[in-house]
């Protein structure tokens, strides 16, 4: 498997609930980062991580908690969403700061 | 700060249809520029960039001129084709650092056969 795969392609999930979103790269790339796509606006950077450790944290509610274990994985932790949260979550990667980012195909997050 | 501006959407088009997508920027410096294609159900892949003033960047048969007189990079292609359906997204990077990559809104591009 190639690319940058994340799980799952769609989550339903009520205000209560607890759930992760999984991102794997399969490029040997070292950076990795969350992007919020909603509607007809432009991507958000939420975080990104080179090393594996947090470089960037666009002033994201703490409700969204993002864990990078190692760097070929990038895990989003999510926790007593509002339903303005729901957007499609985009994972991507790069091999350093200056070269072309590599996106998934995307979580599609629905809150109820 | 830095901005990016895309005409609205949708754009619906006939297939051999000439396409146009505007996009104008507002950045310091000389920023890189750049064009991202969304297929329904995927993330974006990057379609073309331009690094400097008047380079050209091109890729399956699309266009765009870097204008640094007009700040704009508008995508062009001569025939498009069904399968060329999907949103399109201008963005600029000021530093070279992917964090600084800031995208427009995206244009939806629907191509009829």
């Known amino acids: 498997e190639t690319g940058v795969t994340q799980t799952p392609r769609h989550l339903v999930m009520g205000m209560t609930n607890k759930k992760s979103l999984k991102c794997e790269q399969h490029?040997?790339?070292?950076?990795m980062y969350w992007y919020k796509q909603s509607a007809k606006k432009p991507l958000e950077l939420m975080f990104v991580?080179?090393?594996?450790?947090?470089?960037e944290n666009n002033s994201v509610p703490s409700r969204f908690s993002p864990e990078c274990p190692n760097s070929s994985h990038l895990f989003l932790h999510l926790h007593t969403l509002q339903p303005e949260d729901s957007a499609l979550y985009l994972c991507?990667?790069?091999?350093?700061?200056?070269?072309?980012?590599?996106f998934g195909n995307g979580t599609r997050l629905t809150v109820t | 700060g830095n901005s990016v501006t895309q005409m609205e959407g949708p754009v619906t088009l006939s297939e051999e249809a000439f396409l146009t997508i505007n996009c104008t920027y507002t950045?310091?410096?000389?920023?890189?520029l750049f064009w991202y294609v969304q297929y329904p159900g995927e993330g974006l892949q990057l379609l073309l960039k331009?690094?400097?003033?008047?380079d050209k960047g091109s890729n399956k048969g699309f266009e765009a001129t870097y204008r640094k007189e007009t700040t704009s990079f508008h995508l062009e292609k001569g025939s498009v084709q069904v399968s060329d359906s999907a949103v399109y997204f201008c963005?600029?990077?000021?530093?070279?650092?992917?964090?600084?990559?800031?995208f427009g809104s995206g244009t939806q591009l629907t191509v009829l056969p």
């Open positions: 991580y080179s090393l594996e450790e947090r470089v």
């Open positions: 963005a600029l990077n000021p530093s070279g650092s992917a964090r600084q990559l800031t």
């Open positions: 950045a310091t410096g000389y920023p890189s």
């Open positions: 331009a690094t400097k003033a008047d």
């Open positions: 490029l040997g790339h070292n950076a």
């Open positions: 991507a990667s790069s091999q350093g700061d200056n070269s072309p980012l590599h």
